[in-house]
């Protein structure tokens, strides 16, 4: 086309043909994920300080929520849709990893994350892992969510976060619970998480409804 001089919207939507190679993209991208392939792991000495905070808002304006009022809503393709508390899912095992969280935007920082495999949350809520996704909602005030491939929700770092470098969950980095996926760009990491939902329907996300590629591998 560039050749021809032709103007690509003269024939067609640019913005359409831009979605199929975003979802071509993602659908190479998938096909050669491993999903046995581990992120490369720190000694915390490694870890950075201050650890960025990051979003589309200041931190002023990130959500402020009650731990002992809120609850993870489970939803979709689960056998047990019960709502979880913040005390019931601290009890559960936790496992700590030091990896590096990569920025779409060109920096890249490394922390300390402690938490839940998400893997075995969705084998404790009977989760149907032949499903297609994990959607997950967030608390912020423009309702941020993003959609999980579901060999990624069941990789081994793939992890439901109560702590960071040892302690609660700071407010700026997603309390009371994150998503963390060190397979993953940042932005495919929410915070503030509200709801999870095992689903075969591609519900788009905060983003990638704006043009980023959802697979999105770092």
């Known amino acids: 086309t ?34 046995n392939a581990l992120a490369p792991t720190f000694p915390e000495s490694a870890i950075t300080k201050p650890f960025p905070f990051n979003a589309y808002y200041g931190l002023e304006d990130a959500p402020t929520i009650d731990g002992k009022e809120w609850k993870l809503e489970v939803r979709g393709l689960v ?26 935007e060109g920096w890249s920082a490394i922390g300390s994350w402690t938490g839940t495999p998400l893997r075995d949350f969705l084998k404790l809520v009977g989760a149907d892992t032949r499903a297609k996704y994990c959607w997950f909602q967030c608390a912020d005030a423009e309702g941020y969510n993003s959609p999980l491939d579901m060999a990624t929700a069941l990789h081994p770092q793939t992890q439901m976060t109560f702590k960071f ?19 993953k760009l940042g932005f495919k990491n929410p915070k503030y998480v509200i709801s999870m939902e095992v689903t075969n329907d591609y519900k788009g996300g905060f983003w990638e409804d704006q043009g980023y590629n959802s697979f999105s591998g770092s």
């Open 2 to 35: 560039l050749l021809t001089g032709c103007d690509v919207t003269d024939s067609f939507s640019a913005e359409s043909m831009l979605k199929q190679i975003s979802k071509f993209n993602d659908g190479v991208q998938a096909a050669i994920f491993n999903p």
């Open 79 to 104: 056998d047990n849709k019960k709502s979880w508390t913040l005390e019931e899912l601290y009890k559960l095992p936790q496992v700590k990893q030091v990896t590096r969280h990569i920025c779409v």
């Open 165 to 183: 470098g040892d302690e609660i969950l700071p407010r700026a980095y997603g309390f009371p619970m994150k998503i963390r996926v060190p397979t």
